[in-house]
């Protein structure tokens, strides 16, 4: 499943979750479904602006930025993402590197994911800003200034850089890597609780939210295989799985 964000008050809420902690290299993954162009709507927001993951228009071109004392880290493509239709998108970082370690790959479900080109390529300088007192906040800001429009499905975030070949052997079949902190299928539970499947408790809170048609990548609870039961079956692992993971015996 995936989650319909109409903009305005839509977001998924990840309460001060300490694990995402202070990373100076990292990745992040996310499925998406643009159907409005919007200036500067956001995937991703860390409440306290140490990283942003967008889309922008009036060119439908993506922007990754994890702020720095003196010069923000800072990765900008050139090669369009393409509306109304899923788009899988992954960056990764690394503060301590140069500015070709700054790195993104774009794909749709018919469109193996390549390296972009790119407009900026930005390692920065100065001390990361640390955003790990803060809450995050996807497919808006937390007082609703960017907002997101269409369908969020997989989201994925690590604290450490990946390679390229790590994010785009991801695309059709994501699996978790070491050093991830988020690891969610937006909408596979409902509406409010987006539950985190990283190990590391980190769920989110939607608001204002409806569950919607997923990207058809098979259920994220044999990926491996992809789907291979009747809805009814994965419906119950599903809610068996989230029992378990929210700490509730079966």
């Known amino acids: 499943m995936s989650v319909l964000f109409n903009g305005n008050t839509d977001k998924v809420t990840h309460t001060a979750p300490t694990t995402f902690g202070n990373p100076v290299a990292g990745a992040c993954l996310v499925w998406f479904f643009p159907t409005t162009q919007m200036t500067a709507s956001r995937f991703i927001v860390s409440d306290v602006a140490a990283v942003n993951f967008h889309p922008r228009s009036p060119t439908p071109f993506l922007r990754f930025t994890r702020s720095r004392a003196t010069t923000n880290l800072l990765i900008d493509s050139s090669t369009n993402y393409t509306q109304n239709v899923w788009n899988y998108v992954a960056v990764t970082y690394d503060s301590t590197g140069s500015d070709g370690d700054q790195r993104m790959v774009l794909g ?18 100065g001390t990361v800003v640390d955003p790990s007192s803060g809450n995050w906040t996807m497919g808006n800001r937390s007082n609703n200034g960017r907002a997101f429009v269409g369908r969020l499905g997989f989201m994925a975030m690590y604290n450490e850089a990946k390679s390229m070949e790590e994010l785009i052997a991801q695309q ?12 969610t299928h937006y909408g596979w539970y409902g509406a409010t609780t987006q539950v985190d499947l990283s190990g590391e408790g980190n769920h989110g809170s939607g608001t204002s939210l409806t569950v919607a048609d997923h990207m058809p990548l098979g259920s994220p609870y044999a990926q491996a295989g992809g789907w291979r039961g009747n809805f009814s079956e994965i419906l119950a692992a599903a809610n068996a799985n989230r029992m378990l993971l929210m700490g509730v015996g079966i």
């Open 108 to 125: 749709t479900l018919t469109t193996p994911a390549t390296e972009v080109s790119y407009s900026l390529q930005v390692v920065g300088s």
């Open 172 to 183: 059709y079949n994501p699996q978790r890597l070491p050093v991830c902190t988020l690891f």
